[in-house]
C-alpha cells in the first residue's frame, strides 16, 4: 500500500501543552491528518513505547502511526497489540536497512534529506527500503533549533525532482505554503506548531486538508458494477468524476448484460479477483475518495469491508444498492447484514427512500419520516446520510443532508425535471459527490453543488437520444457547452501559427522599394526623413497605447514590462529619430509638427480603438507585431540577408541600421511573444480569436505603414 502523507502531523509535547500529546493527536486525526509521527526526544524507550501504545487506540487506525528514531521502541510496541506501523530515521539515526528488516516489508519507512548528498545516497540503497522522504526546512523554526539550511519553496523543488520517491514538506511549513508545495511537487506537509499549538486541532488540520485538496486533482476509485450500455455503474461513474473534475478509477464487482430497458443477466467475478484489482490500485497511487455501489454478494461486501480496514481511504460514499426501482430487494439477508456493517466504514451514506426504509428497519412515511429515519441512521452508523426524494409524488423533489454526529440536517429544494433519462442517476450523485468532497468541498457545498451540476444534465439528457428505454444523463453536458471541444494550444503552437500568419506580410515588407532602397543604400534622404517623421508620430502614441497595456496588466511583471517598453519608446526611440529630424534640439515640439499619412492614422486608430476597448489580451495582441516584424527584419538587414553592403561602415544610413540588431530590443520582443503567447494560450477560444484578428490587423498596418513614404511620394 501507498501511504497518504497529505497531511502529517509531528508530535511536540511542549508546543501541546496542557491538552498533551495524545489529545491533540486524536483531536488532529479527527480533523484529518493521515499519519501520525511521535518525536519526543526527552522521552526514554519505556515512555516512548507506552505513548505508541496509547496513541494507537486512540487513532484506531484512522491514521497511520510511525516513531520518529526509536525502533525498539515501536518493535516493543507491536509487542504489546499496538498498530505502529513504521518508522521515521534520521541521516544520524538506526539504519533504515536494519529498520526494514526489523518491521517487515509491509512497514512504512521514511527518511529525513535535505542536500543532494542525502538523495544519492537514497538512490543507492535496495528499492523498497525507504517509502518516502522528509524534505527541509522550508524555512527556520524553532522546534528544531539544530536544523540545515532553509532551503525555501525552490529549494525544496529542486530536490524533490531528483528521486521518484514522494517527499514530504518540513519545516516551518505554514498554511500559506500549501498550494506552493503542492505545485512544487509535495506529496504532503509534515506539520508541527501548527497543530500541535493549535487551540483547535481538528478545525485546523480540516483546513489544512481542505486547502491540499482544493490544490490538487482528486483520485477517486468505484467500486461498483459495469453497464455496457454507459449509463448507470462504473461507466457512470467515470463520467460523473470527471465531468466534476477528479481521476477516476474503477474495480468491477460485477459484470451485467443490461441496457436502457433493463438488466438481462449478472455475473460476479471472485471477490479474491475483487480484492486483487483494489490492491493493484493503492499499492500505487494514493486514493483520495472512494464510491462504493452495487455489492453482490456477502463475499464481496466483506472483501470490500476489509480492503477499507486496511487502506483506510479519507473519503468513502456509499450508493447502498438494495431496492429495485420495481421495490424487489436486491440483496439476501447475508448480504443486507453485512452491508450494515459496510455503512460503518462509510462517511456519507445515499440511499434512495426504498433503501433508506431497508436500513433504518422501518416503512417510512412522507418527507417528514424520511428524514427521521435518516436522522436514526445517522446515530447507528456514525455516519451523514443523504435522503434521496426523487421517489416522492408530485413536482418538489427535496433532498436533504443529515449528520447526527456533526449537528447537521440541511434540506436542498428542487422542483421534478420532467425526463425520463433517469437511468443511472444515483450512481452519478454519489460518484460527483465522492469527487467534490475531495476536492475540500464541505459536505453541504459538495451536496449542492453535486445536484446543481446533475440537475444541469438531467436537463439536458434529451439531447443524448441514447436507448429505447430510461436513458442516461448527460455527464458533460456544461462542459460541452461552456468549454467546448478545441483543445488548448500551447504558447509554442500559439507562436508559430500567428508567426505564420504573417508570412505574406513578412513577403510584402521585403519587397518594397522603400526597404530595398535603406538596405542597399540607394534610399533617397527625402522618403527616409518621411519615414522618420511619421514614425515619431507614431511612438509618441504608440506609448500611450503601452502604457494602457500597463495600466491593464494582471500581473506585476507584465505591468512593468510594458511601462519600460512605452519609457523606450519615448526616451530611447525617439531620442534617435530626433538625431536625424531636429539634430542638436533634442526631442522637440518640431519632431511632430508634419501631418499623420493616411497610414499613419488608420495604425494608430487601429491601436486606440482596442487599447480603450479595455481588453488587456487583445491590446497587446495589437502592439505585437511593431516588435516582432521590427525585429525580424533588423535581424535580416543586420546578417546581410537583403546584400553585405548592408553591413559596411560606409553605409549612408548605417547608424540607423545598427538599431535593428540592438540586442536590447531583441530581447523585449521575445519577452513581448512570450507574454503574448502565454495570454492567447490560455484565452477563452473567442478571446483568442479577436487577439488574433488585432495582431492580423496591426501587421497588416506594419506593411501600409513602411510602404508609406512612397506611396506618399507617388500620389504627390
Known amino acids: 500500500m501507498i501511504a497518504d502523507l497529505s497531511l502529517y502531523l509531528v508530535t511536540d509535547p511542549d508546543l501541546c501543552g496542557e ?51 526509536r525502533l525498539d521502541a515501536a518493535l516493543a ?6 498498530r505502529v506501523d513504521g518508522v521515521h530515521l534520521g541521516q544520524g539515526d538506526a539504519s533504515v536497512l536494519r529498520a526494514r528488516e526489523a518491521l517487515g516489508a509491509e512497514a512504512l519507512i521514511g527518511l529525513t534529506a535535505n542536500s543532494r548528498e542525502h538523495f544519492e545516497a537514497v538512490r543507492a540503497l535496495p528499492p523498497g527500503t525507504v517509502d518516502y522522504l522528509g524534505v527541509g526546512v522550508i524555512r527556520p523554526t524553532s522546534t528544531k533549533p539544530d536544523h540545515p539550511p532553509a532551503l525555501g519553496v525552490a529549494g525544496f523543488r529542486a530536490l524533490v525532482e531528483t528521486t521518484v520517491l514522494p517527499c514530504v514538506a518540513i519545516g516551518g511549513v505554514a498554511i500559506d505554503d500549501i498550494e506552493r508545495l503542492r505545485t512544487a511537487g509535495a506529496a504532503g506537509l509534515a506539520v508541527v506548531s501548527a497543530l500541535c499549538a493549535a487551540a483547535d486541532p481538528a478545525e485546523t488540520a480540516a483546513t489544512f486538508v481542505r486547502r491540499w485538496r482544493a490544490a490538487g486533482t482528486p483520485r477517486v476509485l468505484s467500486i461498483a458494477g459495469s453497464d455496457p450500455s454507459g449509463g448507470a455503474g462504473i461507466q457512470a461513474d467515470l463520467k460523473s468524476i470527471a465531468a466534476n473534475g477528479g481521476y477516476g478509477m474503477a474495480a468491477l464487482t460485477a459484470l451485467t448484460a443490461q441496457n436502457t430497458t433493463g438488466v438481462r443477466g449478472v455475473h460476479v467475478p471472485p471477490a479474491t479477483f475483487l480484492r486483487e484489482q483494489l490492491d493493484a490500485i493503492s499499492d500505487d497511487i494514493v486514493i483520495d475518495a472512494v464510491k462504493i455501489g452495487m455489492l453482490a454478494n456477502a463475499d464481496v461486501i466483506r472483501t470490500v469491508a476489509d480492503w477499507l480496514d486496511a487502506v483506510r481511504p479519507p473519503i468513502v460514499v456509499l450508493d447502498p444498492v438494495m431496492v429495485a426501482t420495481s421495490g424487489d430487494r436486491l440483496l439476501d439477508q447475508d448480504a ?8 460503518r466504514r462509510a462517511h456519507v451514506v445515499t440511499p434512495n427512500l426504498g433503501e433508506l426504509a431497508v436500513l433504518a428497519g422501518r416503512a417510512t412515511s412522507g418527507w ?31 433532498d436533504a443532508l443529515v449528520d447526527v454526529g456533526e449537528g447537521v440536517r440541511r434540506e436542498y429544494q428542487g422542483t421534478r425535471i420532467r425526463t425520463a433519462n433517469t437511468h443511472g442517476t444515483g450512481c452519478s450523485l454519489s460518484s460527483a459527490l465522492a469527487t467534490r468532497l475531495a476536492r475540500g468541498e464541505t459536505a453541504v457545498d459538495a451536496v449542492a453543488s453535486t445536484r446543481a451540476w446533475l440537475r444541469e444534465a438531467l436537463r439536458e439528457s434529451e439531447t443524448l437520444r441514447v436507448g429505447r428505454g430510461h436513458g442516461p444523463v448527460s455527464h458533460f453536458a456544461g462542459l460541452w457547452e461552456r468549454g467546448g471541444l478545441e483543445t488548448r494550444p500551447t504558447p509554442e503552437q500559439i507562436r508559430a501559427a500567428w508567426w505564420a500568419r504573417t508570412a505574406d506580410v513578412r513577403a510584402g515588407i521585403d519587397e518594397l522599394p522603400f526597404i530595398r532602397g535603406l538596405a542597399d543604400g540607394t534610399l533617397a534622404r527625402e522618403p527616409f526623413l518621411f519615414y522618420l517623421a511619421q514614425d515619431a508620430l507614431y511612438l509618441r502614441e504608440y506609448a500611450r497605447v503601452l502604457a494602457e497595456a500597463s495600466r491593464l496588466a494582471p500581473t506585476p511583471h507584465e505591468q512593468a514590462f510594458w511601462a519600460r517598453s512605452a519609457e523606450g519608446a519615448i526616451i530611447g526611440e525617439l531620442e534617435l529619430h530626433a538625431s536625424w529630424l531636429t539634430p542638436g534640439e533634442g526631442v522637440e515640439a518640431a519632431m511632430f509638427s508634419v501631418a499623420p499619412a493616411p497610414a499613419t492614422v488608420a495604425y494608430l486608430d487601429h491601436l486606440r480603438s482596442v487599447a480603450f476597448g479595455g481588453d488587456y489580451a487583445e491590446l497587446v495582441a495589437a502592439v505585437l507585431p511593431c516588435f516582432w516584424l521590427y525585429t525580424d527584419l533588423g535581424q535580416r538587414l ?14 549612408p544610413y548605417v547608424s540607423w541600421l545598427a538599431t535593428y540588431a540592438d540586442p536590447a530590443f531583441e530581447d523585449a520582443t521575445d519577452q513581448a511573444i512570450a507574454l503574448v503567447s502565454a495570454a492567447a494560450a490560455t484565452a477563452a477560444p473567442a478571446t483568442r480569436d479577436r487577439m488574433l484578428r488585432a495582431f492580423e490587423v496591426s501587421s497588416a498596418h506594419e506593411l501600409a505603414f513602411f510602404a508609406a513614404p512612397f506611396a506618399s511620394a507617388a500620389s504627390a
Not at 443486507?336 to 455503512?343: M, Q, T, W
Not at 447507528?380 to 446520510?385: C, Q, R
Not at 546584400?643 to 553605409?651: C, K, L, N
Request: glycine share 10%.
Open 19 to 69: 491538552r498533551g500529546v495524545v489529545e491533540t493527536v486524536r483531536r488532529a486525526v479527527d480533523g484529518g491528518v493521515r499519519i501520525v509521527q511521535l518525536r519526543d526526544k526527552t522521552a526514554t524507550d519505556a515512555e516512548t513505547t507506552a505513548q505508541l501504545v496509547e496513541l494507537s487506540r486512540v487513532i484506531e487506525g484512522r491514521a497511520l502511526l510511525v516513531v520518529n528514531d
Open 77 to 82: 510496541a507491536r509487542e504489546q497489540g499496538a
Open 336 to 343: 443486507e447484514a453485512a452491508l450494515r456493517e459496510l455503512l
Open 368 to 398: 417528514d419520516d424520511a428524514l427521521a429515519a435518516a436522522e436514526d441512521l445517522s446515530t447507528a452508523i456514525g455516519a451523514a446520510v443523504l435522503v434521496k426524494g426523487g421517489h416522492l409524488d408530485g413536482d418538489d423533489v427535496p
Open 638 to 651: 543586420h546578417a546581410g540577408e537583403f546584400g553585405e553592403y548592408a553591413r559596411d561602415p560606409r553605409h
